[in-house]
């Protein structure tokens, strides 16, 4: 079941902040966040796992509701460098693969 | 840092010829996976490796696809018989138990 992200676009002047929001109607094992630029590969940000545990990014923050099977990613003073697609990928289990939602474009102007 | 490499980075094909995607995953992870992309849409999966065998594989993963991890090192994905809906940017993906994927550059099929 692919999650459900939220807003499709996002844009920024530098040094604004912006959320990003992932909901899935699964019970989750983690929520992995990624950041893709055009032409290029995802690039792994953050992942939370159940249990509270993060790993990823330290300039980037995010939050992990496992109740309400929801994450939210936080971009605080926002850079030029964050332009990009955002996704969240959701693991129902451990050792599953990724099920990424559709996206959420930042562009961030000067 | 370690990477994960494709080649080839674009392949033009025709319709119904087979292609071979391949992949060298980062030496110490243990997960393989292959996910596509049309036309910066979302990125879809397709199959995951584990141990040597295929651990999950979508509906996209039909008869016309198969994996292989031949000698330890590369992963390939070899598509049949391809088709013109099989026009996409494919990405081989490695991990490492409960941390994030390393995805690769990709390789751009177009398929005519």
């Known amino acids: 079941q692919q999650p459900v992200q939220s807003p499709q676009a996002v844009i920024l002047r530098e040094g604004e902040d912006a959320v990003i929001n992932c909901s899935s109607s699964k019970a989750l094992y983690s929520v992995h966040w990624y950041r893709q630029k055009h032409g290029e590969a995802p690039v792994f940000l953050m992942i939370l796992l159940k249990g509270g545990e993060q790993k990823g990014h330290d300039k980037i923050s995010a939050s992990f509701n496992e109740k309400k099977q929801q994450s939210s990613l936080y971009l605080t003073a926002s850079q030029l460098s964050y332009s990009g697609t955002y996704f969240c990928?959701?693991?129902?289990?451990?050792?599953?693969?990724?099920?990424f939602g559709k996206g959420t474009t930042l562009s961030v102007s000067s | 840092e370690p990477e994960v490499t494709q080649t080839p980075s674009h392949q033009v094909t025709q319709m119904g010829q087979e292609v071979i995607l391949r992949c060298v995953p980062i030496s110490n992870h243990l997960y393989f996976y292959w996910y596509r992309q049309i036309l910066g849409q979302k990125v879809e999966f397709l199959v995951s490796?584990?141990?040597?065998?295929?651990?999950?594989k979508s509906e996209i993963f039909d008869d016309q696809f198969s994996v292989e991890r031949p000698d330890g090192s590369n992963f390939t994905l070899k598509i049949r018989s391809t088709k013109l809906e099989d026009s996409a940017m494919y990405f081989c993906?490695?991990?490492?138990?409960?941390?994030?994927?390393?995805f690769g550059s990709g390789t751009r099929l177009t398929v005519v």
């Open positions: 490796f584990y141990n040597n065998e295929i651990s999950e």
């Open positions: 990928g959701t693991e129902s289990q451990a050792g599953t693969a990724l099920i």
């Open positions: 993906a490695s991990r490492y138990r409960d941390y994030g994927y390393t």
